[in-house]
Structures are given as structure tokens and as C-alpha cells.
């Protein structure tokens, strides 16, 4: 269940992230499955790392961040977005 959750978030993350760095360094598919992947490995890390924190919301949190974050690094990376 919390795998669908997150890649579910991870989508949803890379849509923010195409939406507020403006146009999409690599495509809507690609974009899609970046965030996915983003999202599912925030949200693996989280499960892994914590024996506490192992709910939805604390995973959920950390697959957003997560497919923010490798969506973010690859639009710079591909040098479609800029920093400032």
C-alpha cells in the first residue's frame, strides 16, 4: 500500500516541481517516471531508515521530498532550469 502511495506522490511531485521550475527540461513521461522514482526512493529510505517513523505521513513527506528533489537536480543537471 505505501508503494502506491509513493509513487503516487512522486508524480505529483514532479508535476510541482515542472510547474514551478516552468518548462519541462525533459518531457512529461520522462518527468513522470523521474518523479516516481524520486518518490519511491524518498519513500524506501524513510521505511528503512526509521523503526519509529514508519507511518504514511512520515514516508509520504519523505517521497515528496524526495521526487521534488530528483526532479529538481535533473532539470538543473540537464540545464533546462536555472537556480535563481
Known amino acids: 500500500m505505501n508503494f502506491i502511495a ?5 508524480a505529483i511531485a514532479d508535476f510541482l516541481t515542472r510547474t514551478t521550475l ?4 525533459y518531457g512529461p513521461i520522462w518527468g513522470c517516471a523521474v518523479g516516481i522514482a524520486g518518490g519511491t526512493a524518498g ?5 528503512a531508515s526509521s523503526t519509529i517513523h514508519r507511518g504514511i ?3 509520504g513527506l519523505a ?15 540537464i540545464g533546462r532550469a536555472r537556480l535563481v
Open 6 to 10: 509513493w509513487t503516487a506522490i512522486g
Open 22 to 25: 516552468g518548462e519541462s527540461a
Open 43 to 47: 519513500g524506501l529510505i524513510m521505511f
Open 57 to 59: 505521513a512520515y514516508t
Open 63 to 77: 517521497a515528496l521530498l524526495g521526487g521534488a528533489v530528483l526532479s529538481g537536480i535533473t532539470a538543473i543537471v
